[in-house]
């Protein structure tokens, strides 16, 4: 059984990782909360890893962060539900990367809302899989991380999001993260 699990949306966020670091255990959980939820579930059902870390692209608004660079998830919430039924969910930076505040969202460009119960200050993504999977883990006992690489801004066309230079900006702190 492994220690950490490596779960990604996508084969291609995942791709380069586990060329890199076929010995690492790397699992598809697919686009979107509903199917990252059960999906991450089955998968730490079944090899009952000490740690997740879910890994992959995310889009920005805020000006404090720039295309291609990699930041640490340490609170997350699913956009749009009414504030009385929203849940945060908090996981630990890593290394020196920037923290951010993501929101897990259904569709990419959706408005990013202020709080979330944390300073205005702190940067904020967006990104379709992030709360489900933290629920997850808070459920069942699990270690959280969750790392994103910015692609794009959220006005962005998807034409001009820069998809291949932030997922080698993932899999360079996924290989040294391995490493350490």
Known sequence: MPDTLFLFATEGEAARFRTLR????????????????????GYIAKYAPQ????????????????VGECVAVVTDCL?????SYRKEYR???????????????????????SGCGVELSTPAIEQMEGAGVAAVCQRTGVEYLHLRAISNRVTDNREEWRIS???????????????R
Request: net charge negative; proline share 5%.
């Open 22 to 41: 076929p010995d690492a255990s790397v699992e598809i959980i697919g686009v979107g909360v509903a199917e990252a939820t059960a999906a991450a579930a």
């Open 51 to 66: 740690r997740v870390v879910l890994a992959g692209i995310a889009g920005t608004c805020d000006e404090q962060l720039q």
């Open 79 to 83: 956009a749009g539900l009414p504030e």
């Open 91 to 113: 996981s630990e930076g890593w290394g020196d990367l920037p923290k951010v505040v993501a929101y897990t969202v259904s569709r990419t460009g959706e408005s990013l809302p």
């Open 165 to 179: 230079e932030a997922i080698d900006s993932l899999t360079a702190v996924l290989i040294e993260m391995c490493d």
